[in-house]
């Protein structure tokens, strides 16, 4: 989960160098310990651990595509490298850029094909932490965003926002939970209106091996249309402390959602 990586546990290795000489003994400056690795990714509840103050964190889908399928018209979209860049301003406070550099829409029904292809729009956040940062069981944040249309042939030409509350809660050295409630004011482009949108999660992150990881997602989405479902699930492996391999799915779980989502990634802390 987007906890700590709430889908798997992390170990950091603190070193302290010296050098023996003959006369004296020279201890290099103290090294303080990183948090570990917590990314918002690859599940849909965020972590409420934010990133080391003066380091950067980048967590990214290379490869992602979902489809959906309604009144006769099936809407597919490939995303490649869209990408969350991160940086720990304080010791409790980040924030991020969300790009997506590349995209490939495609639209097919009664026998036409619409394509759109090119650059997504930029989304600008930040995240405070509450408490947990460091220590306690449970840990939870206060995370603002800002959605800036592009222009492009994949933006709808409309800002967008709201405020995310994510929660986490270890149960042990194995589970962990993860709930989050979401605000946010959105476009809607049938009915050429904005919208109040209210999302919900609940996740339970499970540590496999030292390693590997995994989750299951449920995942709802309240506001003006009827009320969407969905299930997730996926996999993380870590590399080593700060770098995490992911690929997981989500799943429509009723017809208001949408069909399928797949995505593979990583997050890598500097």
Do not use: C
Not at 128 to 142: F, I, K, R
Request: charged residues 25%; aromatic residues 12%; hydrophobic residues 40%.
């Amino acid at each position: 989960m987007k906890t700590t990586k709430l889908i798997a546990t992390f170990s950091l290795a603190a070193a302290a160098t010296a050098l023996a000489g003959s006369d004296s003994l020279i201890i290099a400056p103290e090294v303080k310990e990183l948090r570990p690795l917590a990314a918002d990714r690859p599940d849909a509840t965020e972590t409420p651990i934010t990133v080391d103050k003066g380091h950067f964190q980048v967590e990214s889908t290379v490869l992602g595509y979902a489809r959906d399928k309604r009144d006769g018209v099936t809407t597919e979209l490939w995303t490649f490298a869209e990408t969350n860049l991160k940086y720990g301003v304080t010791d409790n406070l980040d924030i991020s850029l969300l790009l997506a550099p590349y995209s490939y829409e495609r639209i097919s029904g009664g026998g036409e094909v619409e394509r759109n292809k090119g650059f997504g729009d930029i989304v600008f956040g930040a995240k405070y932490n509450l408490w947990g940062n460091d220590s306690g069981q449970s840990a939870m944040a206060l995370m603002p965003y800002l959605k800036v249309p592009t222009g492009t042939a994949l933006s709808n030409d409309e800002f967008e926002g709201g405020l995310i509350l994510p929660f986490a809660f270890e149960v042990n050295d194995r589970f962990d939970i993860g709930l989050q409630a979401e605000f946010a004011s959105v476009w809607n482009d049938e009915s050429g209106e904005r919208e109040f949108e209210f999302a919900h999660t609940a996740v339970v992150g499970i540590a496999l091996t030292e390693k590997w990881g995994t989750y299951i997602e449920y995942l709802g989405v309240a506001g003006e249309d009827d009320y969407e479902a969905y299930g997730s699930f996926g996999f993380t492996y870590d590399v080593n402390s700060r770098f995490s391999l992911d690929a997981g799915a989500l799943i429509g779980l009723n017809d208001a959602a949408e069909d399928l989502a797949t995505f593979t990634g990583f997050a890598v802390k500097f």
